[in-house]
């Protein structure tokens, strides 16, 4: 007997089907003809995915800047995993840690070079807090948690410290295993021209669609050489939208051009997520539907491709073995007109609503799938 069969979940194909859970874990998918502990119907009339997985969040709730709680952006909108992109370093994930350990949402953390994290705009300006030691201790104690190392690339960060930090970054990234590298770009100095050559295979460039003159177009509304090679060394770009980082023009100027994120991410925290531009992941993505990604790519960004990215193998595909981590949404053809960072508008058709939640195979109803009452049973 399972211990829970979620009954005729379409798929982003419109395929249905059932998916049986166990301990966790998906243990078949098809047509099921066993019984388990608990169903849920969904009936062919809801749309599921692998867990949606929010790559760049700021959720650690003690931060003086960018804080929140990890299921306020998580399991509330339908977000299973939640990446939280440096808000702290060495010297603040221990607390961090232990406070994920009391929340449903699953939590992961990008460690902040800066031994301080984001207690300050200027945590890269004093090289004495970039400690080697200290970040290489703090993977080896959170090995399972740490997935990754962050990098803020801009001037109010760096202050005169030019490309010094990020190349401290590359070298604390080898001693780490080869973790994951998110650079984020922002204002200048250094030049996103001098940051891209630094950059390697696995590599993220978040905040790839700001709109800022230190962007990954030129003037003239080219991708710029250096992003191109950065791309076929296999650099990769994640959103990362915020309150001042995303920018319609440039999006649909990069994906005219077919340079597609391979992350759809919010860059989310209290402030952005109460009065926008980002209010929770499924708003971001349902800009990237009206910018013209389809569906399944849509999805792709915050499920296998957010889980590839940052070697999070058990999750964000539907197959036997994974974790059982799904959204349960609903895609609503109504007008809305969507804000960027640069308070410019996008009027559209269509938005994604999640629903619910499965994490670990227990079932969460979202703020959202309480208002629309759509699993009173």
């Not at 295993?177 to 696995?202: F, K, Q, R, W, Y």
């Amino acid at each position: 007997m399972y211990d829970l069969i979620l009954r005729r979940a379409r798929l982003v194909d419109d395929t249905v089907i059932d998916i049986a859970i166990q301990d966790g874990k998906i243990a078949a998918l098809g047509d099921i003809t066993g019984s388990a502990r608990s169903e849920r119907q969904l009936s062919g009339d809801y749309y599921l995915s692998a867990g949606w997985i929010d790559s760049h969040v700021h959720c650690y709730p003690n931060s003086p800047i960018y804080h929140d709680q990890p299921d306020s952006v998580g399991i509330a909108t339908g977000v299973t995993t939640v990446v939280d992109a440096g808000s702290t370093g060495a010297d603040d994930i221990d607390d961090f840690y232990q406070l994920t350990r009391q929340v449903e949402t699953e939590v992961y953390a990008l460690l902040n070079i800066s031994r301080v994290g984001l207690i300050a705009q200027n945590e890269l300006a004093n090289m004495a807090n970039i400690d080697d030691a200290a970040v290489r201790e703090a993977v080896t104690r959170h090995p399972d948690f740490i997935v990754g190392l962050k990098a803020r690339m801009s001037s109010s960060v760096i202050g005169d410290n030019g490309l010094k930090p990020l190349v401290r970054a590359k070298a604390m990234q080898q001693e780490n295993g080869g973790l994951p590298l998110m650079v984020h770009i922002g204002n200048t100095p250094p030049e996103i021209d001098e940051i891209a050559p630094l950059l390697a295979s696995g590599d993220i460039i978040t905040h790839c669609y700001n709109g800022k003159p230190n962007r990954i177009l030129t003037p003239e509304g080219a991708l710029r050489a250096s992003i191109t090679d950065a791309l076929k060394r296999g650099v990769r770009l994640d959103v990362g939208h915020g309150s001042a980082s995303f920018s319609f023009a440039v999006a649909q100027q990069a994906i005219a051009l077919g340079i597609l994120p391979h992350t759809i991410s919010s860059d989310i925290y209290c402030r952005n997520r109460i009065n926008g531009p980002v209010k929770n992941l499924a708003h971001v993505m349902s800009k990237f539907l009206a910018i013209g990604l389809s569906l399944p790519q849509v999805i792709e960004c915050v499920t296998r491709h957010a889980a590839d990215g940052l070697r999070l193998r058990h999750k964000g595909r539907l197959e036997p073995g994974a974790d059982a981590d799904f959204t349960v949404f609903a895609l609503r053809r109504q007008p809305v007109l969507f804000t960027d960072s640069d308070q410019n508008s996008l009027a559209a058709e269509l938005q994604l609503l999640p629903l619910a939640a499965v994490r670990a195979g227990k079932w969460f109803t979202t703020e959202q799938g309480s208002a629309e009452h759509a699993f009173d049973l």
